[in-house]
């Protein structure tokens, strides 16, 4: 719905679309937080809450949610897009002379 609402120019809805997936997500994500049995659906959710939280220009809490999902035992493709994730949380704080 977010994506549509940004064809449709409507960065307000976007962004509020966006901002509460993003919500939902990481909420998902804590609920198995130290379900470390349960990956790869557990470091999936905290590569897809770290994504959306970057969406959001959440970047402290995109750092967060790609630690947490590294320190579980994502499977390596998953790990590799979380390091990936991390790398592009990096850039766009630098870019924007925001201090990691």
């Known amino acids: 719905m977010a994506f549509i609402a940004k064809l449709k120019n409507d960065k307000v809805e976007a962004n509020k679309l966006l901002l509460k997936a993003f919500e939902n997500e990481s909420k998902a994500a804590r609920l198995v937080n130290d379900e470390v049995s349960s990956e790869p659906s557990r470091s999936i959710l905290y590569r897809s809450a770290a994504s959306l939280a970057l969406d959001c220009n959440e970047f402290r809490e ?39």
């Open 62 to 100: 995109s750092e967060r949610l790609i630690v947490a999902g590294l320190a579980g035992n994502p499977p390596e493709e998953i790990a590799e897009e979380l390091r990936d994730a991390y790398a592009l949380l990096q850039f766009c704080m630098n870019e924007l002379g925001i201090n990691p």
